[in-house]
């Protein structure tokens, strides 16, 4: 079946380091993938997306490349702040529109 | 602001009970999704729900069951509690159209913790 393995955390950065969090998966087919990101005491948000190879999405200064050769969507930063640290989910979505999460990777970003 | 919204924040309950969830979707939305987040794991996904039809479940048991009204809130129904059972409930609310799901936006979740 279709699932997502991340890097497991906790990753601890300082500010304006370089962040990368590497996520890959197996899946049938094409599927739509995601990043969410988990702040302190709030519910999931979306943070980017990517529905077709070589897609790159991005936000807030965040982007990830589907890439379908190597079956990755790593998550980059050029250069992290204090409130980037929360627990960021790499995650796909295949036919079924079901969301298949990784295990999550906790950020900590030091002043 | 996603506009989901869950209740209760919290919840105790004792194993063997039986336990509801509430979650309000938001405006426009038809469908809603659960899932359940054990701590430090990814959440996983329950089932769905769309025009108060059950659209799809993930491997869990029959003792988990769901309801959605016509006003596109939802419940999570969980009988015969488990200790396993604790977990961050969250529910998910998007619009399904012309065989698109569309972006969900999840609620900020209910924390379970079953004794």
């Known amino acids: 079946g279709n699932s997502v393995t991340q890097m497991e955390g906790p990753v601890t950065l300082s500010e304006e380091a370089f962040l990368t969090i590497n996520c890959t998966y197996t899946a049938t087919g094409y599927p739509s993938l995601f990043w969410y990101v988990q702040y302190p005491g709030e519910g999931l948000q979306l943070l980017l997306k990517?529905?077709?190879?070589?897609d790159k999405g991005s936000n807030k200064g965040f982007e990830a490349t589907y890439r379908k050769e190597t079956t990755s969507f790593h998550l980059e930063k050029g250069s992290v702040q204090v409130s980037d640290s929360a627990v960021y989910f790499c995650a796909l979505s295949g036919r079924d529109d079901k969301i298949i999460f990784g295990k999550g990777t906790r950020l900590h970003i030091l002043p | 602001e996603t506009g989901v919204t869950q209740s209760p924040t919290h919840l105790i309950k004792t194993r063997g009970q039986q336990v509801t969830l509430r979650c309000s979707s938001q405006?426009?939305?038809?469908?809603v999704s659960w899932y359940q987040q054990a701590l430090g794991q990814g959440p996983q996904f329950i089932f769905q729900y769309y025009r108060e039809e059950e659209n799809g479940r993930g491997n869990f048991p029959p003792r988990f069951s769901g309801l959605q009204f016509p006003n596109y809130s939802s419940e999570l129904n969980v009988n015969a509690l488990e200790l396993d059972d604790s977990a961050l409930y969250l529910c998910?609310?998007?619009?399904?159209?012309?065989?698109?799901?569309?972006?969900?936006?999840f609620g900020p979740g209910t924390r379970l913790t079953v004794t």
């Open positions: 990517a529905t077709k190879a070589d």
């Open positions: 998910a609310s998007s619009t399904l159209a012309g065989g698109v799901l569309y972006e969900q936006y």
């Open positions: 405006s426009g939305h038809n469908t």
